[in-house]
């Protein structure tokens, strides 16, 4: 049975140096592939125009640079978000989302197929998890949006945000990887600054992460200011609670000298009175926080709502007044059902 192939997006440039070392090849030509594959995106060997063509065969041998499926394409005429959905080589799904604001352009990457963690207001882990990406899936949805606004004559994407399908945290190495690559001068040189990671508190990998002194934003979804109610909302909340969550979050403001960015979707008569702004505020009084307030956006499934206009001005005011930073997020997709919560994995065919 032949060795499966290497997919050249999996490496690194010191992994592409080593490479060129075994094979007694000319140092000089790793950064030209390494920019070749990351920067530009490219899936066929031939457009690799200043590489000998015996270098292209030898590499083709043993490496493969294809690239993913772009199966449905939805825009919304509401607000010009556009969801992708994309297929890798064994037919299973993610979707990303692009969202185009007045200073920046953001991808909304998904970092595996499905979720795990089941949060009850949440589309993506109902429909079940699959497997974790591997780093060249990850970048590959990057490349390919970058591809469709290079053929619209668009602005490419500035900014990365981690908050797609699946817990990023829980494909720790593989992440960790990808924000290398995509922060290379050689490759899309996204700044680290321009990133953000969301997770649903996986306190281990949370301290793992504040000592790669990495300067992105690390946003925590909270969703619940007390245990009994963020247990209902998010079962990951068994096994680390608050408590360790707020520890955790404590050593990374440390580490990093940087704010955390606490997610918190507001949902009807569930988690936006003002019994529950007043826990949050004690909770997060004095750490150098941000509190993002995310309107419920409707899930399938479900029986939550969406709260009052009102409601969600009321709860940031009680914060503001406490001294808490907080922001409304500003609502990019929903109508595609590409909102924050709303994306889910499908089977093929559907």
């Known amino acids: 049975?032949?060795?499966?192939?290497?997919?050249?997006?999996d490496l690194d440039l010191t992994d592409i140096e080593t490479i060129m070392n075994d094979k007694k090849l000319p140092l000089f030509r790793s950064k030209q592939l390494f920019q070749w594959i990351q920067q530009k995106g490219v899936t066929d060997w031939d457009e690799m125009v200043n590489l000998p063509i015996s270098l292209r065969r030898e590499l083709g041998r043993s490496f493969k640079i294809n690239g993913l499926s772009v199966i449905k394409k939805e825009r919304s005429e509401k607000?010009?978000?556009?969801?992708?959905?994309?297929?890798?080589?064994?037919?299973?799904?993610?979707?990303?989302?692009?969202?185009d604001y007045q200073d920046r352009k953001t991808i909304c990457i998904s970092t595996q197929v499905g979720c795990p963690l089941a949060c009850a207001f949440c589309a993506t882990g109902k429909s079940g998890y699959k497997r974790n990406l591997k780093v060249h899936e990850i970048l590959d949805q990057i490349l390919v949006v970058n591809q469709d606004l290079l053929q619209q004559k668009k602005e490419l994407i500035t900014n990365a945000v981690f908050m797609g399908m699946g817990e990023p945290l829980l494909n720790?190495?593989?992440?960790?990887?990808?924000?290398?690559?995509?922060?290379?001068?050689?490759?899309?040189?996204?700044?680290?600054r321009k990133m953000s990671v969301s997770t649903s508190g996986i306190v281990p990998e949370i301290?793992?992460?504040?000592?790669?002194?990495?300067?992105?934003?690390?946003?925590?979804?909270?969703?619940?200011?007390?245990?009994?109610?963020?247990?209902?909302l998010m079962p990951i909340n068994h096994k680390y609670s608050i408590e360790e969550l707020i520890k955790a979050s404590k050593f990374w403001i440390k580490e990093t000298g940087r704010r955390i960015t606490f997610?918190?979707?507001?949902?009807?008569?569930?988690?936006?009175?003002?019994?529950?702004?007043?826990?949050?505020?004690?909770?997060?009084?004095?750490?150098?926080?941000?509190?993002?307030?995310?309107?419920?956006?409707?899930?399938?499934?479900?029986?939550?709502?969406?709260?009052?206009?009102?409601?969600?001005?009321?709860?940031?005011q009680y914060l503001l007044e406490r001294g808490i930073a907080v922001t409304i997020r500003e609502e990019k997709g929903s109508g595609i059902a590409g909102a924050c919560g709303q994306l889910r994995r499908q089977e093929m065919g559907n």
């Open 1 to 9: 049975m032949p060795t499966e192939k290497i997919h050249l997006r």
């Open 79 to 99: 607000d010009g978000t556009v969801k992708y959905l994309l297929a890798f080589h064994d037919g299973q799904t993610v979707e990303t989302v692009l969202m």
């Open 172 to 192: 720790y190495q593989t992440l960790l990887k990808s924000l290398h690559i995509l922060n290379h001068p050689l490759g899309l040189n996204i700044s680290f």
């Open 207 to 232: 301290y793992r992460l504040a000592k790669e002194k990495i300067p992105l934003v690390l946003a925590i979804s909270l969703h619940a200011p007390n245990n009994h109610l963020r247990s209902q």
């Open 263 to 316: 997610e918190y979707i507001l949902i009807k008569k569930v988690n936006d009175g003002l019994k529950e702004a007043k826990e949050l505020a004690s909770l997060l009084k004095g750490l150098l926080v941000n509190v993002n307030l995310i309107p419920f956006n409707p899930v399938e499934g479900t029986s939550f709502k969406k709260p009052s206009l009102n409601g969600v001005y009321r709860f940031q």
